[in-house]
């Protein structure tokens, strides 16, 4: 199971941190990714982390935003910073045991993750 949290209503230029708890399984041993989905448009990828810790972002988020494991506690994170009014949506976390994260800004489809988390909303206002 995953679980989101830390999103939050921000304005323009603010930072969050997004946790997802994962319970069942080693998060440290699947592709674990970060995506996200504004009203009326389809989900995109955000950011993925592999199993041995190579990272892709998406090209909108480089430099600003920062995916990490915490392999003691069992959690995926997302460090967002520089946040912009596009960056509103609801996140989700996945995780799936097959798929690669091949680096740069090759962030992996998100149907080619099978676990998904229920989502946590970020609202960054102008």
């Known amino acids: 199971q995953l679980q989101e949290s830390g999103g939050d209503s921000v304005h323009s230029g603010g930072s969050l941190r997004l946790s997802c708890v994962v319970s069942?399984?080693?998060?440290?041993?699947?592709?674990m990714g970060w995506f996200r989905q504004a009203p009326g448009k389809e989900r995109e990828g955000v950011a993925a982390i592999s199993s041995d810790g190579t990272t892709s972002y998406a090209e909108s988020v480089q430099g600003r935003f920062t995916v990490s494991h915490d392999v003691a506690k069992n959690t995926l994170y997302l460090q967002m910073y520089s946040l912009k009014p596009e960056d509103t949506g609801m996140y989700y976390c996945?995780?799936?045991?097959?798929?690669?994260?091949?680096?740069?800004?090759?962030?992996?489809?998100?149907?080619?993750?099978?676990?998904w988390g229920q989502g946590t909303q970020v609202t960054v206002s102008s």
């Open positions: 069942g399984v080693a998060a440290s041993r699947y592709c």
């Open positions: 996945a995780a799936d045991p097959w798929t690669t994260v091949m680096g740069g800004n090759l962030v992996p489809h998100h149907r080619l993750f099978e676990h």
